[in-house]
């Protein structure tokens, strides 16, 4: 009885999830129109297809909904791969971005570090804890895209992992979410 009012509430969410999106993707096109300018060649093509991918995704999403209200014929199961396969892409095509800023943050903050105490040899530890303090931003958006990873993962049966942790990754990705709308700062520019 548990398990069946949480199925039923995942769905619920699902598709509340699904309306809300409807008409975003064009959102996500533009998006892609403008970060396709970006000088940094990783950070154009990382951005720009992640936003394409989104684009993609949330059209799939919208012919799911579309599908499951009866208001186009669509084979369900099918478009429901094209969505997590897009929502996939995007999802690597996040973590492709945020380790490379982390990495150049890394290096920036090594960099700054020799050139303030060039004697004094700054541990990892040190170095990534500064990075964190300058830009909480890419940490957020690190763990909400490891978290968020295994979700279509798990959809598209590349992995097999249990509902609960599904759930709980659903949920971190989701609650990180709602923290970057909460305090801007924390949400990952476009740059």
């Not at 684009?55 to 094209?82: E, T």
């Amino acid at each position: 009885d548990y398990i069946a009012k949480l199925k039923q509430l995942q769905s619920s969410l699902s598709l509340a999830r699904k309306y809300f999106g409807l008409g975003k993707s064009v959102d996500h096109i533009r998006s892609a129109s403008v970060s396709i300018y970006i000088d940094d060649p990783i950070l154009r093509y990382s951005i720009t297809l992640s936003r394409i991918s989104q684009a993609f995704q949330l059209l799939f999403d919208n012919a799911y909904l579309l599908s499951s209200l009866g208001l186009i014929r669509f084979q369900s199961d099918k478009v429901q791969a094209f969505t997590n396969k897009f929502w996939l892409y995007a999802d690597l095509l996040n973590l492709v971005r945020a380790c490379y800023e982390i990495e150049r943050e890394v290096q920036h903050q090594r960099e700054r570090q020799r050139s303030n105490l060039k004697n004094y040899e700054h541990s990892n530890y040190e170095t990534c804890r500064a990075v964190v303090r300058r830009r909480p931003d890419l940490f957020v958006d690190l763990i909400k895209n490891l978290a968020d990873v295994w979700l279509p993962l798990n959809a598209l049966q590349i992995t097999q992992h249990s509902p609960g942790l599904v759930g709980l990754c659903g949920t971190i990705s989701s609650l990180l979410g709602a923290l970057t709308v909460w305090d801007r700062s924390l949400k990952l520019g476009t740059l």
